[in-house]
């Protein structure tokens, strides 16, 4: 990922990485930016169950996002306002209409225009579903004339999808579970691509699919801010490099069993590997 969308913020997140025991405190101009009223509306992407993830049964919201807002939240001093969008798309939509104040979403030169974002806190591996009889085997053999490739409509795999792939065929669909199975089930698509949280998911409910190994991608994510709330960025990316040092991050991907996904290394480790 180019490390321009959270350079300007370096000095500050190298400075908490460096003092990993200290919590960093949130400057009055960081909270009036992040939580005015002492209210923090926090937008999860339940289209993206590495993030969050809705109980069927209870209907309550849980996870990864989740976990981390509410942390944000506490040490903010600001309630805790979850704000639920059905994919990626309706997120960065909210943004532009205003409607919350953080996320936790996908780093991606796209969305640019409207977000910032701190420097990431956890990599998702993308990678593709297959039928057990398809000739793709490899990731890189996807990437071929009269293949048609599923994916999540301006999810972050639509995203690099659409500036990498040369030959096959991107297929477009509501970002959802159930839309992603129908476009297999209907033969709309030869693969599907996404998150391996997603795709084990996908096969669950498929007969004779498996996924491929490797991955194609790694998703970086990082908490979001709308554009112009500059001083709560900072404060927001000193907070993402206390999460990893602390093991907050790596404690709740173990709590909601998330595979396919790994802590992102510190801002000072990324900085001296030149990334």
């Known amino acids: 990922m180019n490390p321009q969308r959270w350079l300007p913020l370096a000095a500050f997140a190298l400075l908490a990485a460096g003092c990993s025991s200290t919590s960093v405190v949130p400057s009055p101009e960081a909270r009036e930016a992040l939580a005015p009223a002492a209210k923090l509306r926090v937008a999860i992407n339940l289209g993206n169950p590495v993030l969050a993830k809705r109980d069927a049964t209870s209907g ?18 600001a309630e805790f306002l979850p704000v639920l969008y059905p994919n990626a798309g309706a997120l960065v939509e909210g943004a532009k209409a205003g409607a919350w104040d953080v996320a936790f979403a996908a780093i991606d030169p796209a969305r640019a225009d409207t977000l910032e974002f701190t420097a990431p806190y956890m990599e998702v591996g993308v990678t593709y579903v297959v039928p057990l009889s398809s000739g793709i085997r ?3 053999d996807a990437d071929r004339p009269g ?45 599907y691509a996404g998150n391996r ?28 801010l709308p554009r112009g709330r500059r001083p709560g960025l900072g404060f927001a990316a000193a907070f993402v490099e206390e999460l990893k040092s602390s093991g907050a991050v790596a404690e709740s991907i173990k709590r909601h069993s998330i595979r396919g996904v790994d802590v992102a290394p510190s801002a000072k480790g990324r900085a001296a590997a030149g990334q």
């Open 147 to 191: 293949v048609r490739v599923g994916v999540g409509v301006k999810n972050a795999a639509d995203l690099y999808l659409s500036r990498s792939l040369k030959e096959a065929q991107l297929v477009r669909v509501a970002d959802t579970l159930d839309a992603a199975v129908e476009l297999l089930q209907t033969g709309k698509a030869d693969i």
């Open 197 to 224: 949280e997603r795709l084990l998911l996908v096969r669950d409910r498929l007969v004779g699919y498996r996924l491929l190994d490797g991955r194609f991608y790694a998703v970086e994510h990082a908490i979001a």
């Open 138 to 140: 490899t990731v890189a």
């Open 60 to 77: 309550e919201v849980s996870g990864i996002a989740i976990d981390l807002g509410r942390r944000l939240a506490s040490r903010l001093e």
